[in-house]
């Protein structure tokens, strides 16, 4: 009994130490979404398919950074046509995004911020939480963060009009649901 | 899918006097983007479409009238497995059921514009009653006219029989629909 209730002191002790753990992204449920108005009737919904990643928190000391790395030839709107034009205009490697800023309050990330660079452009990104929560997944048995993001950009920001060809507007909305799983020791570099 | 929902359509015949419009909907602007919670952490989101179907409406009368057709099929989440997972008989069983229909007559205008549009979802072969709210709406002036906007609306996946991975995968549904239809010309 007494070796027990020692060890679920130890493992009570662990997660409450302020020190920062590293998440991976988990592709299945972290995707960049965005909406784009076109005709200035309807709204398009698109999404890139393919999102890789790493974030380090420290939810005690209110810290953290990462990397996010965004596949530009998945992008997906339903529409083969659109999808050919988005890749020519943004080309077929990746968008990175440095998160140089975490801001971080009561153990819930807030906001991430940093400069998002993709075939030789870069912009600064400041992307807002929605929500942010922790669980242990069934499936990973370890522990889950993420949350919903979003900002508005300026399409012309990053280089994109297609106004003319497809009629979508301004601004555009990004969307990001993102979740990282807990790396533990022994598991293979995710960076 | 066309030839099942022409008679609902043809019964939607107005008296005369009347001055209704009918829209044929535009593949490439009709979606529909629906949103689930996952473990209350991220959204969970999927397309189906294009979706098909027409629409009659006379905003001087304050009517009209919707019947599309989703094919099934074209679920997208952008994760194959879990689309493989979504199509499966406990959740969409889109083999027994490859299409959903999205019929509705209560329509509420507001300036000319529809705001709310009441009616019948019908999705793995149950039906139950759906609103959904335009967030914009409008027109442009071309010839054949364009008209479209955004609408959004909620159920519970369980009034379905959809129930696999409840509570923690939410059970309210948002649908977010992307519309544009293009006047047919007589």
């Known amino acids: ?191 | 899918m066309r030839a099942r929902l022409a008679p609902l359509l043809l019964a939607a015949a107005l008296p005369a006097g009347a001055a209704p419009e009918v829209f044929d909907l535009d593949p490439a602007h009709s979606f529909v983007q629906f949103e689930v919670s996952h473990f209350d952490t991220s959204t969970l989101r999927g397309r189906f479409g294009p979706l098909h179907g027409e629409v009659m409406m006379d905003a001087a009368a304050g009517r009209g009238r919707v019947g599309l057709v989703i094919a099934m099929h074209t679920l997208d989440t952008g994760w194959k497995l879990l689309d493989a997972r979504l199509r499966k008989p406990d959740l969409l069983d889109v083999d027994g059921h490859p299409d959903a229909y999205f019929v509705a007559e209560r329509w509420r205008f507001d300036d000319g514009r529809p705001v709310e549009v009441t009616g019948e979802f019908t999705l793995r072969g149950s039906s139950v009653p759906l609103t959904l709210r335009a967030l914009r709406f409008g027109c442009n002036v071309d010839t054949p006219r364009r008209c479209g906007g955004d609408f959004v609306g909620e159920l519970l996946r369980s009034s379905f029989g959809a129930t696999f991975g409840l509570p923690l995968v939410g059970d309210k549904v948002t649908l977010r629909v992307q519309v544009e239809g293009l006047q047919r010309l007589r």
């Not at chain 1, 499936?139 to 919903?148: D, I, K, T």
């Not at chain 1, 297609?162 to 979740?179: D, I």
Request: aromatic share 6%; glycine share 12%; with cysteine.
């Open chain 1, 1 to 191: 009994m007494r070796t027990l209730a020692a060890l679920l002191l130890a493992l009570a002790a662990g997660p409450a130490a302020a020190e920062p753990v590293s998440y991976r992204l988990d592709p299945s449920h972290s995707f960049v979404h965005f909406e784009w108005p076109h005709a200035g009737l309807s709204t398009l919904h698109g999404r890139f398919d393919k999102t890789a990643g790493r974030v380090t928190l420290d939810r005690e000391a209110g810290t953290g950074g990462g990397r996010i790395e965004v596949r530009l030839d998945s992008v997906n709107t339903g529409r083969p046509a659109l999808d050919a034009a988005l890749r020519q205009a943004l080309g077929a490697g990746l968008a990175v995004f440095d998160i140089d800023t975490l801001r971080v309050d009561g153990g819930r990330v807030l906001a991430a911020q940093g400069p998002l660079r993709w075939a030789g452009r870069q912009h600064t990104l400041d992307l807002q939480a929605q929500r942010f929560n922790c669980y242990t997944s069934p499936l990973f048995r370890r522990q889950v963060c993420g949350g919903e993001f979003s900002t508005t950009l300026d399409p012309a920001a990053l280089g994109l009009d297609l106004r003319a060809a497809f009629g979508l507007g301004a601004p555009l909305v990004l969307r990001v649901q993102v979740e990282g799983v807990r790396m533990e020791a022994g598991d293979e570099d995710g960076s």
